[in-house]
């Protein structure tokens, strides 16, 4: 399949998505038209990247003066004590804002070097080039960067986006299996809250995906990206519909920080066993009817994923995850303000359903049992 270019036309800010295998060629070319005044990059690389990919891109940078900065990709380490340190070496090597910044590596690779980016000099040219699945189809698109608090995830951070983002998909064949599920969850995602016909397609293709099939793969992380920038364009600071995208994410983080964002649970299971919460009160709301629980469910069942719920038909373990729902950075009063959803591809606005703690913790019997 020939490299799908996807475009990102912000009211300030445009910048394009490469996908395919192999597009990590197209780095050097690619930059000489983003950035044409740069000089110096820094590149921050995810510690478990496979040599060969950083041979490649070192061979694609040759012309530039380099400077590598490992990072060990982890929710502990996505910290301001991170951040200082990669400033304070970017700063001694006397970058300036027309020079630029690349990230390599996941998610977490992604939002410290993006908040890298955003704060230097109040701005420095930015490159993403996400090496896992739920990078390439999430945190990659849309300008979130971040760290993380005691109190909660990512709830410091900046709206930065990149000047260019390269998914290669070449990456994706050294995931494990655990990984693979960890993009797929806000693949999923995606298509319940916006795309009916997408869900549909995955019934019948979500093995596929997680065995890395170039086909299908290549289609669901161009379909999840469109999806992802269509509420992106909408609402470019997470203002309003933006916050459709958090579907199921309230629960997940709460989740994490519970779990103190140990490896047992990755970002995606959170958010598989989040959504499922939120189908729950969306059920005993009112909002959605239990036929379209059921076919979601069937996915989950239909590929193994069921393990990621099964654990919160469990009162007191829901009624555990509720103090740390108060950090949301979606909630603007003593609330916790979910998205709700209505029909496979149709979610409530933000704003609309607001449940006190008091009352989750009254509806947590339901919510186990629905």
């Known amino acids: 399949m020939k490299t799908q270019e996807i475009k990102f036309r912000g009211i300030n800010h445009n910048y394009s998505i490469f996908i395919g295998s192999d597009v990590l060629n197209l780095l050097q070319q690619k930059i000489k038209k983003a950035c044409p005044k740069t000089k110096k990059i820094a590149l921050i690389v995810d510690s478990n990247i496979p040599i060969k990919f950083k041979n490649t891109i070192k061979t694609n940078l040759k012309n530039y003066e380099l400077l590598i900065l490992s990072f060990s990709a982890n929710e502990k380490n996505k910290s301001f004590k991170q ?147 269509f509420f992106v364009n909408k609402d470019v600071n997470e203002k309003n519909l933006r916050m459709i995208l958090n579907f199921g994410h309230t629960f997940a983080h709460a989740i994490e920080v519970k779990n103190n964002y140990s490896k047992k649970i990755t970002h995606g299971e959170a958010v598989l066993s989040g959504m499922f919460l939120a189908l729950r009160i969306s059920f005993v709301k009112k909002v959605c009817n239990l036929k379209t629980i059921n076919k979601i469910e069937q996915i989950y069942k239909n590929n193994d994923l069921s393990y990621t719920y099964k654990k919160y038909s469990n009162q007191n373990l829901i009624n555990g995850l509720v103090p740390y729902l108060k950090n949301d950075k979606k909630n603007n009063d003593d609330k916790v303000n979910f998205i709700l959803l209505k029909n496979i591809g149709k979610t409530t606005l933000p704003n609309k359903y607001k449940i006190s703690i008091k009352n989750l913790k009254n509806l947590s019997k339901f919510i186990a049992q629905y």
Not at 92 to 112: C, H, M, P
Not at 131 to 155: H, P, R
Not at 190 to 199: A, L, Q
């Open 83 to 229: 951040v200082d340190f990669y400033l304070d070496k970017i700063l001694s090597k006397n970058f300036n804002r027309s020079d630029l910044i690349i990230a390599v590596g996941g998610g977490i690779t992604g939002d410290v070097a993006g908040f890298v980016a955003s704060v230097f000099k109040r701005g420095i040219n930015f490159i993403n080039i996400p090496t896992t699945l739920l990078a390439q189809v999430d945190s990659s698109i849309g300008g979130k960067t971040g760290v993380n608090s005691s109190q909660g995830k990512n709830l410091i951070g900046s709206f930065y986006q990149p000047k260019l983002v390269i998914s290669d998909t070449s990456f994706l064949k050294y995931l494990s299996k655990k990984e693979m599920i960890c993009g797929y969850a806000e693949i999923l995602k995606h298509s319940i809250i916006k795309d009916k016909i997408f869900f549909d397609w995955l019934t019948k293709n979500t093995k596929d995906i997680l065995n890395k099939k170039s086909k299908q793969l290549i289609y669901a992380i161009k379909k999840s990206c469109q999806i992802k920038m």
